[in-house]
């Protein structure tokens, strides 16, 4: 009997937090050319069941927050629209929290609270995941439109140039166990 519970309670819940360089982007059209603005500030933590095998078995919490103006592209003229657009004088980050999850094979499909500039949305994304030397390597992608989030699809020019209302938010993040 002891055993067992010494079995059952060494694979239980686990916090995980986010380890090395994680990457959000963010990509879109305009009338002048696709574009993608790149973050690799975003705060991740987690809490899995996980199996005697060390895959997860269920997902309980996620929060992820990301600072808005850490997202760049390529040309300061657009960061700075697009900052305007998010309004981040007064929403400073982008964040996410998770509701519920599914974990079928090697995707969890995560139901949460999406909030972008002041806006909250709820969400489904699916996250694929590979178990790496004790590690959750998390990979993802979800279209949205920024006017869901009331965000002002950016325009530069004095309007000749417009950036279209559909964007694909696209994630790499790798989990690390805390270790207490």
């Known amino acids: 009997m002891i055993l067992l519970i010494a079995s059952v309670s060494s694979y239980g819940q686990t916090n995980y937090k986010q380890s090395g360089t994680t990457t959000v982007s963010i990509a879109g059209t305009s009338t002048m050319h696709d574009w993608t603005m790149t973050s690799q500030t975003a705060n991740y933590a987690a809490s899995f069941t996980m199996n005697a095998d060390g895959t997860p078995s269920s997902l309980d919490k996620v929060t992820f927050t990301m ?84 965000v002002e699809p950016p325009s530069f020019m004095f309007g000749t140039i417009k950036t ?3 964007i694909t938010i696209t994630f790499d993040a790798t989990l690390t166990p805390n270790k207490i």
Do not use: H
């Open 67 to 150: 600072p808005a103006e850490s997202l760049k592209s390529k040309e300061k003229a657009m960061d700075k629209n697009a900052y305007k657009s998010l309004k981040t004088d007064e929403y400073k980050d982008i964040t996410f929290d998770l509701t519920s999850a599914k974990i079928v094979g090697k995707t969890i499909t995560c139901s949460g609270k999406l909030t972008i500039s002041g806006t909250t949305k709820p969400i489904d994304v699916d996250v694929t995941y590979e178990v790496k030397n004790g590690n959750l390597v998390c990979k993802g992608s979800k279209k949205i439109k920024m006017t869901d989030f009331k």
């Open 164 to 166: 279209g209302d559909e």
